[in-house]
């Protein structure tokens, strides 16, 4: 019974969320993600560090995608920013897969955690 309307509030979130709000909570879980990572480091639990990096990676590659798709709204430059900052982004996972540290996560998490502050108005 509880999970039936469990089901239903999650079916009605997903049909009134804004499109703004989804990605600023996709990005707020991607850093969470990576937060809890670092805080379990010494636990030398890197399976979870690789699905915290790969789920942050498909979030980063959509947004290029989008970014890059010809009747995407933003303006140009916005567009180049993002673009490059996605770059930025697919270097530092690449870096931290191939030498991880918890302190290359510390900027991947401000990101996120900053352009979903300012997806909800909040920055």
Same mark, same amino acid.
């Given at each position: 019974?509880?999970?039936?309307?469990?089901?239903?509030? !999650?079916?009605?979130?997903?049909?009134?969320?804004?499109?703004?709000?989804?990605?600023? /909570?996709? +990005?707020?879980?991607?850093?969470?993600?990576?937060?809890?990572? !670092?805080?379990?480091?010494?636990?030398?639990?890197?399976?979870?560090?690789?699905?915290? +990096?790969?789920?942050? !990676?498909?979030?980063?590659?959509?947004?290029?995608?989008?970014?890059?798709?010809?009747?995407?709204?933003?303006?140009?430059?916005?567009? /180049?920013?993002?673009?490059?900052?996605?770059?930025?982004?697919?270097?530092?996972?690449?870096?931290?897969?191939?030498?991880?540290?918890?302190?290359?996560?510390?900027?991947?998490?401000?990101?996120?955690?900053? +352009?979903?502050?300012?997806?909800?108005?909040?920055?």
């Amino acid at each position: 019974m509880y999970s039936n309307a469990f089901k239903n509030y !999650q079916d009605v979130e997903k049909a009134t969320i804004s499109g703004r709000e989804t990605e600023a /909570r996709v +990005l707020t879980q991607a850093a969470i993600k990576l937060q809890v990572c !670092q805080k379990n480091w010494q636990d030398g639990n890197f399976e979870d560090l690789d699905a915290a +990096l790969k789920y942050n !990676q498909k979030i980063w590659s959509i947004f290029q995608s989008e970014l890059a798709n010809d009747d995407n709204p933003l303006p140009t430059q916005i567009k /180049r920013d993002l673009l490059k900052l996605a770059g930025f982004i697919d270097r530092r996972i690449f870096e931290t897969m191939s030498f991880p540290s918890p302190e290359k996560l510390d900027i991947i998490i401000k990101i996120n955690q900053n +352009l979903a502050a300012g997806l909800r108005g909040s920055a």
